[in-house]
């Protein structure tokens, strides 16, 4: 057994590649699109390190070309459920002592493979599983997933060296456990970055784990799954199900050995499983953790000071990048009245040279909605904007699902700082725009605070620094992760931790040590060098003149 104490330097993100014409790295990723879409996947689950197929298949198709079929995936039941977990509870033990640097190198093996001999596999699952454009799925399923497991094994590797102090013929020490049972990882369709962190985060840290991510995302789940297979991870560490919701709380939310649970999704359904394991916290050998992000409706707001150009840079890509579809997308705007007029046209005429079609084509800025779900929503929201005298359109308005999911870019104007599109969550290509009284920006800020129970993501965009040191002061509780000039989307690994609180989740930070604090239980350690052998403390002793 070695005796040497394993450091894990900090890292460097990794860089984003441009996919310019005539670069390598286009002509690659188009050359995988190309094999994704000859030789349709069958896609197995993955319960204790087997591939588990079942016969019950749900086609994959691209959003943006529902007529193709990827694949299919295998659907399960709630034998299968309960397979995953008695699978992780077996490997578990093992997994728990395996010592940290030989976990860790699973996980930098993995990250190294995507770097190198599947960022193109990852990058094109997502990019036809998931309607997204080369260059969101490069910084999201290469460079974001790349960074969360090398980063997260720097943090860890900086949380075990944190140690308590010892006095004199004491001996302290603090042991960082993993939890004791499985942790359940749900994960969402919009990200493969955080379809990958949320599983294997808690399983860095020791703990085994059943994974079921959104029936849109499995193309790229499971590319993700052979990649931490080849790295080398034990079976039943990660067991990867694809199942219905329902049918997978009923199994997990009953089981005495349920640990924890980290989940990105809908704010029902978060609240939902708050609810079902609060009522049933008499059942668990121990309080769960709960880690979840759920959404947000997430603001700019502009000063009067503001310049006009980085208004709309920020609008365009902060609104309509991936279709909108960002828990961090901007999708309602506080605009003053001596710029308003002028942001608005130059956003629509912005808008008007965005191309719309399929990712093959590299030269369109906007897909495809994720489904036909997503799709009727969103349409609704617009048609209603339509007929309503508080709202009106100025660019967009249009869409068609025909061949795919497709939403135009949207930009709605309304006169009511309450009106529905300024407070609800669209998760869609849509922003609503309103035009505040340039010299009432105490009162908007107050607005900006109070209209949605979403705190996520918000951004201020001034010139005047005293607006700016106001902004950030009001503001403090309304956004998790606040950006002064810029967009409010693009947080990236080790530089803008990231999570929201109110309606938006726990806020426990992904891509910080906060997030691997969850999934850690503390024992600490007191070690005596020369042990008392007699009960008396020396104030018990007499003075000589009494007691």
Same mark, same amino acid.
């Given at each position: 057994?070695?005796?040497?104490?394993?450091?894990?330097?900090?890292?460097?993100?990794?860089?984003?590649?441009?996919? $310019?014409? #005539?670069?390598?790295?286009?002509?690659?990723?188009?050359? !995988?699109?190309?094999?994704?879409?000859?030789?349709?996947?069958?896609?197995?689950?993955?319960?204790?390190?087997?591939?588990?197929?079942?016969?019950?298949?749900?086609?994959?198709?691209?959003?943006?070309?529902?007529?193709?079929?990827?694949?299919?995936?295998?659907?399960?039941?709630?034998?299968?459920?309960?397979?995953?977990?008695?699978? +992780?509870?077996?490997?578990?033990?093992?997994?728990?002592?395996?010592?940290?640097?030989?976990?860790?190198?699973?996980?930098?093996?993995?990250?190294?493979?995507? +770097?190198?001999?599947?960022?193109?596999?990852?990058?094109?699952?997502?990019?036809?599983?998931?309607?997204?454009?080369?260059?969101? $799925?490069?910084?999201?399923?290469?460079?974001?997933?790349?960074?969360?497991?090398?980063?997260?094994?720097?943090?860890?590797?900086?949380?075990?060296?944190? !140690?308590?102090?010892?006095?004199?013929?004491?001996?302290?020490?603090?042991?960082?456990?993993?939890?004791?049972?499985?942790?359940?990882?749900?994960?969402?369709?919009?990200?493969?970055?955080?379809?990958?962190?949320?599983?294997?985060?808690?399983?860095?840290?020791?703990?085994?784990?059943?994974?079921?991510?959104?029936?849109?995302?499995?193309?790229?789940?499971?590319?993700?799954?052979?990649?931490?297979?080849?790295?080398?991870?034990?079976? =039943?560490?990660?067991?990867?199900?694809?199942?219905?919701?329902?049918?997978?709380?009923?199994?997990?939310?009953?089981?005495?050995?349920?640990?924890?649970?980290?989940?990105?999704?809908?704010?029902?359904?978060?609240? !939902?499983?708050?609810?079902?394991?609060?009522?049933?916290?008499?059942?668990?050998?121990?309080?769960?953790?709960?880690?979840?992000?759920?959404?947000?409706?997430?603001?700019?707001?502009?000063?009067?000071?503001?310049?006009?150009?980085?208004?709309?840079?920020?609008?365009?890509?902060?609104?309509?990048?991936?279709? #909108? !579809?960002?828990?961090?997308?901007?999708?309602?705007?506080?605009?003053?009245?001596?710029?308003?007029?002028?942001?608005?046209?130059?956003?629509?005429?912005?808008?008007?040279?965005?191309?719309?079609?399929?990712?093959?084509?590299? =030269?369109?800025?906007?897909?495809?909605?994720?489904?036909?779900?997503?799709?009727?929503?969103? $349409?609704?929201?617009?048609?209603?904007?339509?007929?309503?005298?508080?709202?009106?359109?100025?660019?967009?308005?249009?869409?068609?699902?025909?061949?795919?999911?497709?939403?135009?870019?949207?930009?709605?104007?309304?006169?009511?700082?309450?009106?529905?599109?300024?407070?609800?969550?669209?998760?869609?290509?849509?922003?609503?725009?309103?035009?505040?009284?340039?010299?009432?920006?105490?009162?908007?800020?107050?607005?900006?605070?109070?209209?949605?129970?979403?705190?996520?993501?918000?951004?201020?965009?001034?010139?005047?620094?005293?607006?700016?040191?106001?902004?950030?002061?009001?503001?403090?509780?309304?956004?998790?992760?606040?950006?002064?000039?810029?967009?409010?989307?693009?947080?990236?690994?080790?530089?803008?931790?990231?999570?929201?609180?109110?309606?938006?989740?726990?806020?426990?930070?992904?891509?910080?040590?906060?997030?691997?604090?969850?999934?850690?239980?503390?024992?600490?350690?007191?070690?005596?060098?020369?042990?008392?052998?007699?009960?008396?403390?020396?104030?018990?002793?007499?003075?000589?003149? #009494?007691?």
């Amino acid at each position: 057994m070695h005796n040497a104490y394993f450091q894990f330097a900090a890292p460097h993100n990794e860089p984003v590649y441009n996919y $310019a014409p #005539g670069s390598p790295e286009r002509a690659a990723l188009k050359k !995988q699109l190309a094999a994704f879409k000859a030789a349709p996947a069958d896609i197995p689950m993955y319960i204790n390190g087997q591939e588990v197929r079942t016969g019950k298949t749900v086609a994959v198709r691209p959003p943006h070309e529902i007529k193709h079929k990827l694949g299919q995936f295998h659907r399960g039941d709630a034998s299968h459920v309960q397979s995953a977990i008695d699978a +992780a509870l077996a490997a578990r033990t093992q997994w728990a002592e395996t010592p940290w640097e030989q976990r860790a190198s699973i996980f930098l093996r993995a990250a190294e493979l995507i +770097a190198t001999k599947y960022r193109y596999h990852m990058n094109g699952a997502t990019m036809l599983g998931q309607s997204k454009n080369a260059y969101q $799925a490069e910084i999201d399923s290469a460079c974001e997933l790349i960074d969360f497991l090398r980063f997260n094994v720097h943090y860890l590797s900086e949380i075990y060296k944190q !140690q308590p102090v010892s006095s004199a013929g004491v001996h302290n020490r603090t042991e960082y456990r993993p939890l004791e049972g499985f942790v359940l990882a749900v994960t969402p369709f919009n990200f493969t970055a955080i379809a990958g962190n949320l599983p294997s985060v808690a399983a860095m840290c020791g703990n085994v784990v059943v994974w079921k991510p959104a029936d849109t995302q499995v193309f790229a789940s499971s590319v993700f799954m052979q990649i931490l297979i080849e790295a080398g991870l034990p079976a =039943g560490v990660i067991n990867l199900v694809y199942v219905d919701g329902p049918v997978l709380g009923e199994v997990c939310f009953n089981h005495r050995d349920f640990a924890g649970i980290h989940f990105t999704g809908s704010t029902g359904v978060f609240q !939902q499983m708050w609810k079902t394991i609060g009522t049933n916290i008499h059942k668990y050998r121990a309080y769960p953790r709960i880690v979840g992000e759920t959404g947000g409706k997430d603001f700019v707001l502009a000063h009067k000071s503001a310049l006009v150009d980085v208004v709309v840079t920020a609008l365009a890509r902060g609104a309509f990048e991936y279709q #909108g !579809q960002k828990c961090s997308a901007a999708s309602r705007a506080y605009l003053p009245s001596n710029i308003s007029e002028e942001v608005q046209q130059k956003l629509a005429t912005m808008l008007g040279t965005m191309k719309m079609g399929t990712v093959e084509d590299f =030269g369109n800025f906007i897909n495809a909605v994720i489904d036909e779900r997503s799709f009727d929503k969103i $349409a609704a929201y617009i048609d209603n904007a339509k007929k309503d005298p508080k709202a009106k359109i100025i660019a967009g308005g249009n869409y068609n699902k025909a061949e795919g999911y497709f939403i135009e870019p949207t930009v709605i104007v309304t006169t009511d700082p309450k009106y529905s599109t300024m407070c609800e969550e669209i998760f869609g290509p849509v922003l609503t725009i309103y035009t505040y009284d340039a010299d009432k920006f105490e009162e908007t800020l107050t607005l900006v605070d109070t209209t949605s129970d979403y705190a996520l993501t918000g951004s201020i965009i001034a010139q005047d620094r005293y607006a700016i040191d106001l902004a950030t002061k009001k503001l403090v509780n309304s956004a998790g992760n606040f950006y002064i000039n810029d967009k409010p989307t693009g947080a990236v690994v080790g530089q803008q931790p990231f999570g929201g609180a109110r309606a938006s989740g726990t806020n426990d930070k992904a891509g910080s040590m906060l997030n691997l604090y969850r999934w850690l239980s503390a024992r600490t350690i007191k070690e005596t060098m020369v042990p008392p052998v007699d009960y008396k403390y020396p104030f018990l002793q007499s003075d000589g003149a #009494g007691s």
